[in-house]
Protein backbone atom coordinates (compact mmCIF):
# COMPACT_ATOMS: atom_id res chain seq x y z
CA UNK A 1 0.00 0.00 0.00
CA UNK A 2 2.87 2.92 0.88
CA UNK A 3 4.65 1.89 -2.60
CA UNK A 4 1.44 2.05 -4.48
CA UNK A 5 0.70 5.49 -2.78
CA UNK A 6 4.26 6.58 -3.57
CA UNK A 7 4.04 5.84 -7.07
CA UNK A 8 1.12 7.50 -7.55
CA UNK A 9 1.76 10.81 -5.83
CA UNK A 10 5.14 10.56 -7.70
CA UNK A 11 3.18 10.02 -11.02
CA UNK A 12 0.99 13.05 -10.21
CA UNK A 13 3.84 15.43 -9.69
CA UNK A 14 6.16 14.13 -12.82
CA UNK A 15 3.32 14.78 -15.00
CA UNK A 16 2.40 18.41 -13.60
CA UNK A 17 6.27 18.82 -14.30
CA UNK A 18 5.59 18.48 -17.92
CA UNK A 19 5.99 14.43 -18.69
CA UNK A 20 1.80 13.36 -18.36
CA UNK A 21 1.33 9.80 -20.01
CA UNK A 22 4.63 8.25 -18.70
CA UNK A 23 4.22 5.50 -16.53
CA UNK A 24 6.81 3.47 -13.95
CA UNK A 25 7.40 0.85 -16.75
CA UNK A 26 8.44 4.50 -18.58
CA UNK A 27 11.36 5.47 -15.43
CA UNK A 28 12.00 1.76 -15.21
CA UNK A 29 13.35 1.68 -18.94
CA UNK A 30 14.84 5.06 -18.70
CA UNK A 31 16.99 3.67 -16.02
CA UNK A 32 17.83 0.62 -17.39
CA UNK A 33 19.42 2.35 -20.70
CA UNK A 34 21.20 4.69 -18.77
CA UNK A 35 25.07 5.21 -20.01
CA UNK A 36 26.12 3.56 -22.99
CA UNK A 37 22.41 2.45 -23.64
CA UNK A 38 21.34 -1.41 -24.56
CA UNK A 39 20.17 -3.59 -27.30
CA UNK A 40 16.12 -4.50 -27.57
CA UNK A 41 17.06 -8.09 -25.60
CA UNK A 42 19.77 -6.67 -23.13
CA UNK A 43 16.50 -4.22 -22.08
CA UNK A 44 14.29 -7.36 -21.39
CA UNK A 45 16.66 -8.85 -19.34
CA UNK A 46 17.05 -6.02 -17.50
CA UNK A 47 13.11 -5.03 -16.65
CA UNK A 48 12.46 -8.75 -16.90
CA UNK A 49 10.53 -8.72 -19.77
CA UNK A 50 10.10 -10.73 -22.94
CA UNK A 51 12.11 -9.26 -25.92
CA UNK A 52 8.51 -8.54 -27.79
CA UNK A 53 7.31 -6.65 -24.87
CA UNK A 54 11.01 -4.42 -24.77
CA UNK A 55 10.90 -4.10 -28.67
CA UNK A 56 7.22 -2.97 -28.00
CA UNK A 57 8.12 -0.48 -25.14
CA UNK A 58 11.74 0.89 -27.40
CA UNK A 59 8.79 1.53 -30.02
CA UNK A 60 6.81 3.15 -28.26
CA UNK A 61 9.54 5.81 -26.58
CA UNK A 62 11.03 5.89 -29.66
CA UNK A 63 7.82 7.24 -31.37
CA UNK A 64 7.30 9.69 -28.23
CA UNK A 65 11.25 11.00 -29.08
CA UNK A 66 12.38 9.54 -25.68
CA UNK A 67 14.87 6.76 -27.58
CA UNK A 68 16.68 6.62 -30.37
CA UNK A 69 18.40 3.48 -32.26
CA UNK A 70 21.80 3.46 -32.97
CA UNK A 71 24.57 1.28 -34.85
CA UNK A 72 25.58 -0.98 -32.39
CA UNK A 73 29.67 -0.06 -31.57
CA UNK A 74 30.00 -4.49 -32.14
CA UNK A 75 28.55 -3.70 -35.73
CA UNK A 76 26.41 -6.39 -37.25
CA UNK A 77 22.70 -6.48 -37.40
CA UNK A 78 22.09 -5.03 -33.33
CA UNK A 79 20.84 -1.76 -32.92
CA UNK A 80 21.75 0.41 -29.52
CA UNK A 81 18.87 2.07 -27.61
CA UNK A 82 20.10 5.23 -26.20
CA UNK A 83 18.04 7.88 -24.63
CA UNK A 84 17.85 11.16 -26.14
CA UNK A 85 17.82 14.36 -24.47
CA UNK A 86 13.91 14.45 -23.77
CA UNK A 87 14.88 11.45 -21.36
CA UNK A 88 17.43 12.68 -19.74
CA UNK A 89 15.41 15.78 -18.92
CA UNK A 90 12.56 13.71 -18.09
CA UNK A 91 15.01 11.75 -15.66
CA UNK A 92 16.62 15.03 -13.81
CA UNK A 93 12.72 16.23 -13.32
CA UNK A 94 11.92 12.92 -11.89
CA UNK A 95 14.98 12.99 -9.54
CA UNK A 96 13.88 16.50 -8.30
CA UNK A 97 10.46 14.58 -7.32
CA UNK A 98 11.70 11.91 -5.71
CA UNK A 99 13.42 14.02 -3.46
CA UNK A 100 11.27 16.57 -2.79
CA UNK A 101 8.84 13.78 -2.05
CA UNK A 102 11.28 11.69 -0.20
CA UNK A 103 11.87 14.96 2.01
CA UNK A 104 8.40 15.71 2.57
CA UNK A 105 7.81 12.14 3.67
CA UNK A 106 10.51 12.61 6.06
CA UNK A 107 8.70 15.34 7.65
CA UNK A 108 5.30 13.53 7.68
CA UNK A 109 6.81 10.56 8.97
CA UNK A 110 9.06 12.28 11.17
CA UNK A 111 12.07 10.77 10.71
CA UNK A 112 15.08 12.72 10.14
CA UNK A 113 15.59 11.05 6.83
CA UNK A 114 14.70 8.03 5.63
CA UNK A 115 18.15 6.13 5.65
CA UNK A 116 17.03 3.50 8.10
CA UNK A 117 13.55 2.98 5.88
CA UNK A 118 15.87 2.68 3.20
CA UNK A 119 18.24 0.46 4.78
CA UNK A 120 16.20 -1.71 5.70
CA UNK A 121 14.50 -1.99 2.32
CA UNK A 122 17.84 -2.80 1.01
CA UNK A 123 18.51 -5.69 3.55
CA UNK A 124 15.30 -7.18 2.46
CA UNK A 125 16.39 -6.60 -1.58
CA UNK A 126 19.38 -8.36 -0.73
CA UNK A 127 17.62 -10.82 1.66
CA UNK A 128 15.31 -11.81 -1.09
CA UNK A 129 17.34 -12.08 -4.53
CA UNK A 130 20.66 -13.85 -2.78
CA UNK A 131 22.54 -11.17 -2.78
CA UNK A 132 22.11 -10.05 -6.39
CA UNK A 133 19.72 -7.32 -7.35
CA UNK A 134 16.75 -8.32 -9.55
CA UNK A 135 15.88 -7.21 -12.73
CA UNK A 136 13.76 -3.69 -12.55
CA UNK A 137 10.34 -5.96 -13.60
CA UNK A 138 7.26 -4.16 -13.38
CA UNK A 139 4.09 -5.47 -11.73
CA UNK A 140 1.38 -3.49 -13.22
Known amino acids: ?3 QLVVAE ?4 VAEAGY ?5 LHGMAFQALRGPGATSSELAERLGVTKQAAGQ ?8 GYVARRPHPAGGRRRLVVLTDS ?3 HLEVAGRVIAELEAELA ?12 AELTALV ?3 SDGSPP ?6
Open 1 to 3: MGF
Open 10 to 13: FDRR
Open 20 to 24: PGLRP
Open 57 to 64: LVKELEQR
Open 87 to 89: AER
Open 107 to 118: LRTGQADLGVLR
Open 126 to 128: HAM
Open 135 to 140: PLRPVW
